[in-house]
């Protein structure tokens, strides 16, 4: 995540200096979930970087910009670790939302609409730092419950109506790729070509980021997804002959089979 959250500072800093003068407030408030230290930071390099570049008055005015964000930044901290626990608490309850309910949306809808206001990038970090952190520490069965469990939950904010479709997506895409993570292409070849399926749709409307690189993305992921699904109708065939086939011949070609994880609770 860090990679997709320093594009969403870059392109916040962009915004902010083709914006008028005096509207600089305004844009940080809309974008309050990514004023933290590290756009801070950010902003002092691009500053530095477009004063060699001879770019001074966008370098002063980054300068300007960060050090009002310095003078407060300690307020902003604690309201930022604030709302971190606030993220994390919302994560759990969706994710166990959409465990009990087996992903139904007339269940987890509700607390996703209650809560538009978080379902940001901040949400998605959370999301990839707590599979991070947990999913390697568990059994496989219960990853392999969890794993499933978020992909249901991506599936539902990948077509979830409301909110910022665009952050809907780039959460979408975490929760594949933190699936992916757990549903390798041997232990799981099926629920893998299912999610590497699901990831090239996300890629397909995705709104961050390149066109052409999302079109990339959508089609390597497409293509993962078609090896295994090849496979598995070839195999397929191969068991249809064999039940056609005169008894005394050996079948040829063993099917593919896959393993359906069992739920967990978080």
Known sequence: MADTREDAYLELIQNLLNSPHGEESAILNVNSDLVDGGLVQMMLEKADNLRWEGSLD?????????????????????LVAATQAEYFNLLIELLQATSDSKGNPEVVYPLLEANQDKLNLSFAEVLSNWARVNLPQQEATVAAGNAGVIVDFSNLIWQFPLGRRRDNLEIAIVGYEIALSVFTQAAFPEHWAGTQHNLGNAYSERIKGEKTDNLEMEIACYGEALKIRTLTQRNCQVRHSQRNAPRDLPPSVTSVTSVTPSAAPF
């Open 58 to 78: 966008n370098a002063n005015r980054l300068m300007n910009i960060a050090g009002y964000l310095l003078g407060v930044y300690r307020k902003i901290d604690s």
